[in-house]
Nanobody
Framework: QVQLVESGGGLVQAGGSLRLSCAAS????????MGWFRQAPGKEREFVAT????????YYADSVKGRFTISRDNAKNTVYLQMNSFKLEDTAVYYC??????????????????WGQGTQVTVSS
């Protein structure tokens, strides 16, 4: 069974930076696409970023493009989300997820089979 554990959330000021980590176990990490989603108060869970299998291609939601960077370290079974230039609207619980799919559609949360418990990111003015 896949287990995903997020870490690195916290309170940051607008304009600041934070790096989230997601450690995976139970599967061969490098064989699967990984994604980050977030859910803000009163909103649906939304796609943030994904990195594909070992080729490492990345895709981003328009709302974070140019500010957030997803990366993976297969040797450490870890995926990261570097978040820069925080905006107040970035406040959310951030979730790491693993997908068994390839190709298009990785911005769809239904394509992800395993999820972490989330880590809170709060942006203050």
């Amino acid at each position: 069974q896949v287990q995903l554990v997020e870490s690195g959330g916290g309170l940051v000021q607008a304009g600041g930076s934070l790096r989230l980590s997601c450690a995976a176990s139970g599967r061969t990490f490098s064989n699967y696409a990984m994604g980050w989603f977030r859910q803000a108060p009163g909103k649906e869970r939304e796609f943030v970023a994904t990195v594909t299998r070992t080729d490492g291609r990345t895709y981003y939601a328009d709302s974070v493009k140019g500010r957030f960077t997803i990366s993976r370290d297969n040797a450490k079974n870890t995926v990261y989300l570097q978040m820069n230039s925080f905006k107040l609207e970035d406040t959310a619980v951030y979730y790491c997820a693993l997908s068994l799919y390839t190709g298009a559609g990785l911005d769809d949360r239904s394509k992800y089979a395993y999820w972490g418990q989330g880590t809170q990111v709060t942006v203050s003015s």
